[in-house]
């Protein structure tokens, strides 16, 4: 038994050294490390290592270890071409997935799908719409229609209530994301029948909202949806605090408040707003794997200016290389015909729970959350790490609070 | 320069573009070399009001941008074929020039400026509100299959982009050893004088901001078929105007080599940089070579190797 144990130990310290040894597989990407998507792209960057360091522990893929060949792409478009013609071209990476958003997905399009690349992609609101390319697995919950299921479980919310609401305010940024999520709104608005009595947008540069707040309220909604980016979004809080703003219901696609430094810096200012998310520490979410990738993000980010806690994109960075890996043992090669096939009917088991990808290659069904927040204390950054603070409404199966209905200040 | 050594030199350089293509599969290079190219047609454009005529533009983006955005346009309603979009662009370029020439033909040194800075505002914010072309959204440009004899499009776009660089170094050249160029240089050197010494400026200055209008709507005009999605961030980015002032301030503003100069050693170094170090470091490097040159070598790397071979014993 003892020499069996002994032969085993040897056999596996001999594969690791011969993984070591072996030609390492290449997984390159741009990524924002600087410009706008800074902070959302250096959190991603951080996930992304600690997926390599796993993976690399555990022997690597194929018995090879994992390399990561990224450059940075300062958020801008016209730099993502060359970046992946590098990466393809020159540091002939084996793999390549997406940097982060939408306008820094898009550029690498044309070179991914000449040279016929399977391509995880990393928070894309509907990137692939116009190219239909059937390679393309795109890893945040919006699921197959993203415009529509990013507001539907806030319309569904609003309209199981008694008496249903009648009038509602849509409030978006003059910004690509924030009109997308408002034109959504705006068709399931349509679809049920609301009375749209706001509907608005403003430049994303603004900086006082109360006019804006004011208008909105002139109206008397009772459901107030807004889109838009983070500092619109603290703004906006912040105005509908100061001027009292009265709605039933209140929030919906504002991004920003899904990052522990604006919940520490808005607190109570938060309480009751009805906003989207992917993933928050509620016990309906704990999938695993996902509390011990958030222990290792939380030691490996102390001193990077990024988000302490890491819940809402990291966990989707270090899930689109696990779909990635995944599709590498299950096809034990890197072909990428046989990957994308692959990636197109198998359900993968990852720290954000199990995914399924449809046909234009979003998830198959949404997972987009509708949190409330409750009970938010003044300055304390703590309590956002665990649950409770950040209750799911919607979908029904991840439910793990009730709707507090009509919204109060 | 001899104008047969220079046309030579052209020629040799486009057929040496031309040649690069069949030897060089590689597709990072094309990238690359399309977005120095783009930098010194930008440059050279820039050059013709700021370095000839003496009135700095700082609203160079709007000018990229119109081009980038009458290809969208036209692209959405005609689907019209790139050549035809490029002279279109630069038509709307000119025309936009001729514009701001009239608009601000009375505004000098750092006034005419901030009017070039508010005129790209102007566009960016009637481009955000014009939902045709896609607003604030952006839009998509799928890259067409069709890329004539070249092995892919981004081949194609750069010997487009080396033709239009050249064409436009040419009519540089041209207009800086005009009469026309020197009517601009003595706009640029005492605008008053130029005027009672029968120097016709108001027609000169027009010619010039049409020019320079045209010429960066032809630089922006292949731009959405190299991103593939154009938004407002993006075609009015400030790294854009930047780039466009610095090229020529480090090359040297009083000849028409000098943005050529400034934006081959530029752009190489950012395109170097950016797959060294980081991408954001290029805007670094833009801010310590242009203070070191504006403090150095006032006149930039021509200026400089003048000073040297007038000072050098014969």
Known sequence: MKFRILLAAVLTAFSFAVAAQQKPIKVGFSMALTGGLAAGGKGALIAMEIWRDDVNKRGGLLGRPVELVYYDDATQGANVPGIYAKLLDVDKVDLVVSGYGTNLIVPAMPIIMRKKLVFPALFGLAANEEFKYDRYFQIMPAGPDPKLDWSRGFFDLAMAQNPKPKAIAIVSADDEFALNAAAGARANAKKLGLNIVYDKTFPPATTDYSPIVRAIQATNPEIIYVACYPPNSVGIVKSASEIGLKAKLFGGGMVGLQFAAIQQNLGPLLNNIVNYDFWVPEPTLTFPGVNEFLAKYRVAAVGKGVDPYGHYLPPFAYAYLQVLGQSVEATKGLDHGKLAAHMQKATFDTVVGKVKFGKNGEWATTRTLQVQFRDVQKDNLEQFSGPGKRVVLYPKEWKSGNLVYPYKQ | ?314
């Open chain 2, 1 to 314: 320069m001899k104008s047969t050594v220079f046309w030579g030199a052209l020629a040799t350089i486009f057929a040496a573009g031309l040649a690069l293509t069949g030897v060089v599969q590689n597709e990072y290079y094309y990238n690359a070399l399309y977005l120095i190219l783009q930098g010194t047609l930008m440059a050279v454009a820039w050059n013709v009001l700021g370095g000839f005529t003496g009135y700095v533009n700082f609203g160079s983006a709007g000018f990229f941008a119109l081009g980038a955005y009458t290809t969208v346009a036209l692209n959405k309603a005609l689907g019209l074929p790139l050549p035809l979009l490029i002279l279109v662009a630069g038509v709307v370029g000119g025309l936009v020039g001729v514009g701001l020439g009239y608009l601000t033909l009375r505004l000098k040194g750092v006034y005419f400026a901030i009017a070039t800075l508010a005129m790209s505002i102007v566009i960016e914010t009637l481009v955000v509100n014009w939902s045709y072309v896609g607003g604030a959204k952006g839009s998509y440009m799928l890259t067409p299959d069709t890329h004539l004899w070249f092995d892919s499009y981004i081949q194609m776009l750069f010997v487009v982009m080396l033709l239009l660089t050249l064409a436009a170094v040419a009519i540089s050249r041209m207009l800086n050893s005009s009469r026309l160029g020197r009517g601009l240089s003595a706009i640029r050197d005492d605008e008053v004088a130029a005027e009672c010494a029968g120097v016709p400026t108001l027609r000169l200055k027009l010619v010039s901001t049409s020019v320079m209008g045209a010429m960066m709507g032809v630089a922006g005009a292949p731009f959405p078929y190299f991103v593939t999605f154009v938004d407002p961030l993006s075609a009015f980015n400030l790294f854009i105007a930047v780039n466009a002032i610095a090229m020529p301030m480090i090359g040297g503003t009083a000849h028409w080599i000098g943005p050529v100069i400034g934006a081959l050693l530029l752009g190489t170094t950012q395109e170097i940089v950016k797959v060294t170090i980081s991408s954001e470091m290029n805007v670094l490097i833009v801010g310590v070579m242009l203070v070191a040159f504006i403090t150095l070598a006032p006149q930039g790397i021509v200026g400089l190797a003048r000073k040297l071979r007038r000072g050098r014993p014969k």
